[in-house]
C-alpha cells in the first residue's frame, strides 16, 4: 500500500508537467498569431546596449549610397506556406542580391517561431545575401519570441548576427551623411525607460554632418487601423510615445527623420510633422488587408503588396521606391515594378 500511496505524488506531478506543457504550447500559438501583442513592452536592461556602433564596410566610398529594407519575412521551413510564402521570400531575397545594396534593413519578423530550426530555414535561403557579404541590420520583431522563452529566443538570434550579441538596440552609421537606429519596440520606448533613455543620449550627440535619420523597429508607430482580428495591429501605446518624441525632436534637428517599421503585412506611408513613416510589411508573411485614410500617401488598391523598399542617397535628395512583387508573374517574366516613389529634399 505505502508503494502505491507514493504513487500518486509522481501521478500529480506528470499532470502538471503536462499542464504547463499544453499551456505553453497555447501561449506560442497565441503569440505567433499576434494574439499576445497587446501585453505591455517590459523595460530591458541589457549590458553593453549603448556603447557602440554596428559596422558597415565599404559605406562611406559609396556615392550614390543605396540601401534597402523590409520586413515580416518568417522564415521557417518551407513546407509552411500558409503564415508566409517560401517563394516570395525567395524571390525577394533574389532581388535584393542583385541590387548590391550597402546596408539590408528588416524590420522584424524575421522568422515564424523564432526557433532555431526558423534560422537554419533563414540561412539556407539567404545565402545569396552571404555570398555577396551583404550586411543584414535586423529589429526585433514579436515572432522572434513567440515559440521559446526569452532567453533562448535572444541567444538563438545572437547567433545567428554575432556582431549584434549582448544589444536589442543600436545604430548603424551610414557614411557621414546617415545615421541608422535600429529600435526593439518588445521592449519599453516610454519615457526614462533603457532604451528611450539610450535614443536620447544618441540623439543628443549625432554627428552635425548627419542629415537623414532612419528609424528601423517592428511595431509600427503610424498605421491606417485596422478592425476585427487583427485590431491588435493598431498603434500602441508604447509606439505613440516614441511618435510624439520624434514630432519634438524634429523641431530640434536639422536632420530629416524617416521611420520604418512593419508587423502590418502592407505597405502604407505617412508624413506626420515632416516626419515620414513607413510601414513595410511585405517580406512573404500572409498579407494583411487594409482599410487606407486619407493621411496615408499611398493610394494604390492593389493586394497583396508583397515588396521591398530601395533608397539611394545622392547629394542632397534620398529617392525612395516601393518596388513591388507580381506573386502570379513569378518565373513568367519580370515581376518587378515600381508601385510608389518619394523623395525628401536633405537639408544643406
Known sequence: MAAMENLHPLRELRNVIRHARRFALLAGILAACGHLNAAPPRDVATPGVATRDVATPGVATRDPLVFIAFGDTRFTHPSETAATDPHVRRALIDKIAAERPAALFINGDLTWHGVAEDYAAYLAESRPWREQHLPVYPALGNHEFA???????????????????????????????ALAIVLDSDASLLAQSDQRAWLEQKLAHVDQRVRLILFVMHHPPVVDGLAGPLGDHNVRPNEQALADYLAAFAGRTRARLLVIAGHIHNYERFDQHGIVYLVSGGGGAKPYPVNRTPADLYTNSEFPNYHYLRFELEGGTLSAQMIRLEPDTIGHGDPWRVADRFELTLPP
Open 147 to 177: 515559440g521559446c522563452a526569452e532567453a533562448e529566443c535572444l541567444n538563438l538570434w545572437w547567433t545567428a548576427f554575432p556582431e549584434l550579441r549582448g544589444q536589442r538596440w543600436y545604430s548603424v552609421p551610414l557614411g557621414d551623411r
